[in-house]
């Protein structure tokens, strides 16, 4: 009899899915189904990548101090409280190991990252999942959700996958409520959308008991390289630094990020593009009886009549060359979330729907 067994809970995690990259028989697919940047990285940061890898062979930096006095400068953080990770992920990942365990609770909105509930799950801790009120983070509920058990709290601000956000007022109020043995992260993967943002770095300035975690994922549009970093109080910051393995970021994600980082006329480039057609797309599907709320981010949550409608327009656009994410594992099913392309692939997009619903050419 096999004895070799994981530790509890582990089997009890529902595997994290992807967004889809192809559809079987169908070449030259639009894929909007993962939050990517369409425009890709910027042409520094793939420059330094490309110079980086004669240096393949060597060892990155343990510490990432360059980088951090960097992502300091840029955004008027302290380095010394700036800690980098393989996506925001790990960081996710890092506050659960060192924060949560068995008996302990994490609480998660019902619409919230995946992730939030499988790195529980995985440091043998216990996801407690509160309401979100019409798809926007319910303070009140969380807060409701909490307990003497209650070691984390996450928020993703604005959200994944319906891209609301709350105010910085009900973010303060939020901090102030939790327990006192309680860390609150706020997760900002997609605070660079929002000009002028600060992903919620005075919330945590302000207090002992907030950390921000970041991505270059999205708006950098370096998702394939996996950087990320978190913002908090320099006594958190030393324990994530302790689990954290030394060498996390490969070099070339590294120096691709900085360079990304320094880029800010194409970011904002990129930033403004996403923003017009963003509203654009939001506002084509709302005339054609598809509504969304008002997204924060690089993606809009289609909302349909139901599972059955939601089901079959996927259906429709797979056929019609076009990749999509459904979200019924976030709770959501009659909606699919679409990320916001170029101008082609959002007016293709606004096409495909038209034609779902019978109101297109």
Request: with cysteine.
């Amino acid at each position: 009899m096999n004895k070799i067994a994981p530790q509890p809970g582990i089997m009890d995690i529902a595997l994290y899915q992807g967004g889809a990259a192809h559809v079987d028989g169908v070449a030259n697919v639009v894929k909007l189904s993962s939050n990517e940047n369409p425009f890709g990285p910027s042409p520094r940061a793939i420059a330094a990548v490309q110079a980086a890898a004669a240096e393949m062979h060597r060892y990155p930096s343990s510490d990432h101090a360059e980088f951090r006095a960097a992502i300091g400068a840029a955004h008027g953080l302290e380095p010394e409280r700036i800690i980098c990770g393989a996506g925001s992920d790990e960081i996710i990942a890092l506050l659960c190991q060192a924060y949560a365990g068995p008996g302990d609770e994490v609480v998660h909105t019902e619409h919230g990252f995946a992730m939030y509930r499988i790195c529980a799950q995985a440091a043998g801790a216990t996801p407690v999942e509160v309401p979100e009120r019409e798809r926007v983070t319910d303070v009140d509920a969380i807060i409701a959700g909490c307990s003497a058990r209650t070691k984390l709290v996450f928020i993703a601000n604005p959200n994944n996958p319906t891209g609301t956000m709350i105010g910085a007022g009900e973010v303060a109020r939020l901090a102030d409520a939790i327990p006192p043995q309680a860390i609150l992260v706020l997760d900002g993967a997609y605070a660079e959308y929002i000009d002028g943002f600060d992903g919620g770095a005075a919330e945590v300035r302000a207090r002992e008991n907030v950390v921000m975690t970041r991505t270059f994922s999205k708006l950098y549009g370096l998702g394939g390289l996996r950087v990320g970093w978190a913002y908090g109080p320099q006594a958190i910051i030393d324990v994530l630094n302790r689990v954290r393995g030394p060498f996390n970021l490969s070099a070339a994600g590294i120096v691709g990020a900085q360079a990304a980082l320094a880029d800010t006329d194409y970011t904002e480039q990129c930033r403004a593009e996403n923003a017009r057609w963003r509203n654009w797309l939001a506002e084509a599907l709302a005339e054609i009886g598809v509504p969304s709320d008002t997204s924060c981010a690089n993606f809009i949550l289609a909302r349909f009549a139901s599972q059955a409608e939601a089901e079959a327009c996927d259906l429709h656009l797979q056929a019609n060359g076009l990749i999509v994410r459904r979200v019924t594992a976030y709770k959501l099913p009659a909606a699919l979330r679409i990320t916001i392309g170029n101008e082609a692939a959002c007016r293709r997009i606004a096409a495909a729907i038209a034609g779902f619903k019978g109101k297109g050419a």
